[in-house]
């Protein structure tokens, strides 16, 4: 796809993650969102470079795809962890190379920072489709299980 641009997301495009957003909820784990919450943390984000960023695909002037990095501090590495997250490709466009595409730009733009240490992404387990595209690019299975403690509203 020649005419495919992939660049970091600005205040213009924040509608367009946030009903990204929403839909990778429903479809990966049945989950409907808020979509003020949503909208709001997106724009939140752009404003805060110092949390992390979105990348967007475009192509003929549409967003189709974006993805969210945010930052983890390793203290074992001194360096930072780019977490890539809230992945999202339009159903249309998938399977096209447009995710490998964004994954290929987030690793040029750590090259030229030499305090990335790499990437990690958590995954639901039910999904192997993405599960295999990870693999197609290098990633690994982590030894690590996540847990969590959110706060309740």
């Not at 192509?59 to 993805?67: R, V």
């Not at 090259?111 to 599960?131: C, P």
């Amino acid at each position: 796809m020649e005419s495919l641009i992939i660049r970091e997301a600005e205040m213009k495009d924040t509608d367009s993650i946030a009903e990204f957003n929403t839909l990778m909820a429903l479809e990966t784990e049945d989950k409907k969102l808020n979509r003020d919450t949503i909208s709001m943390g997106v724009k939140n984000l752009v404003q805060k470079p110092e949390y992390g960023f979105y990348l967007v695909a475009e192509l003929e002037g549409k967003i189709i795809a974006s993805l969210m990095i945010t930052y983890e501090w390793s203290d074992w590495r001194n360096g930072l962890i780019w977490w890539i997250q809230s992945v999202y490709v339009k159903k249309e466009f998938r399977r096209m190379g447009i995710y490998r595409a964004m994954y290929i730009r987030v690793k040029e733009m750590a090259m030229f920072d030499k305090n990335i240490r790499g990437f990690r992404l958590y995954v639901e387990k039910e999904n192997e489709t993405a599960m295999k595209t990870y693999k197609s690019l290098g990633m690994s299975e982590s030894d690590y299980i996540v847990f969590e403690d959110l706060k309740k509203k």
